[in-house]
């Protein structure tokens, strides 16, 4: 009887042992929800901040910046499902979120292109820079604009999108130390509605999107003050 117990014992510990090696000795942190899953700290009066780049108006009511793209199209997903988000004839409006994303290297505007999310994107141009209005397909987070609104269109309420899942469509990496093809250290913002903006010590890729939210990240130095939407016009 004694053998038995220990040899069921001797078992038991080899698959816990089992688990704990494929599972890896730090188990990884779960993607944040929403808002609330996001933990940030305050912006200490000694981070010097420098004043936000120009912009030109944009046709979605939210500026634009100025400056080159982080990066173009040409990794970017083309319609299969990307981590979990799939693209779809028509967009999805069950749920329609929209978050702002501004970008900054060295303390110089990025642009987020339109069409990200929209591959075969066909873009009209307007009095305030193209917008695009089709496409071959949807995914749930896409832009039609350069003013780094990311619009979240999904069938369902219940579903939830992080800032990794964009990038993953757009094909470039995100992580703690890289934006696309920018890398170095990085100070991200964070902020929702009614909140104050914060800053963001976690992996940006597990930041959520959401209404209102808006996420900056700056890589490198100059780091530029939070760029903060009041008017988000109608969206």
């Known amino acids: 009887m004694t053998v038995r117990y220990g040899a069921v014992a001797v078992v038991i510990l080899v698959v816990v042992l ?64 990307v981590d979990g988000v799939q693209c779809q004839a028509g967009e999805q409006l069950v749920s329609h979120v929209h978050t702002r994303l501004t970008i900054f290297v060295n303390g110089e505007a990025r642009v987020i292109p339109y069409g990200v999310g929209v591959p075969g994107a066909q873009a009209v141009q307007t009095p305030h820079g193209a917008f695009v209005e089709t496409g071959s397909c949807f995914y749930w987070v896409h832009t039609h604009q350069e003013d780094g609104i990311i619009h979240v269109e999904s069938p369902s309420t219940s579903l939830s999108f992080t800032l990794g899942q964009f990038f993953a469509e757009w094909g470039i990496p995100l992580n703690a130390t890289q934006v696309g093809p920018a890398t170095g250290k990085l100070t991200v913002f964070f902020t929702a509605p009614g909140k104050k903006v914060g800053i963001y010590k976690g992996n940006p890729a597990d ?29």
């Open 207 to 235: 930041l959520p999107l959401g209404d209102h939210y808006q996420i900056q990240i700056d890589v490198g130095t100059p780091i530029v003050k939070p760029v903060d939407v009041t008017n988000w016009a109608g969206l």
């Open 18 to 81: 089992v688990i704990v090696v494929l599972s890896g000795s730090t188990p990884s942190t779960p993607a944040a929800k929403t808002a609330t899953d996001v933990k940030t700290v305050p912006i200490p009066a000694s981070l010097h901040l420098v004043a936000d780049p120009p912009t030109t108006p944009g046709y979605e009511g939210v500026s634009i910046p100025i400056g080159p793209k982080l990066a173009t199209l040409a990794s970017a997903a083309t319609g299969q499902t």
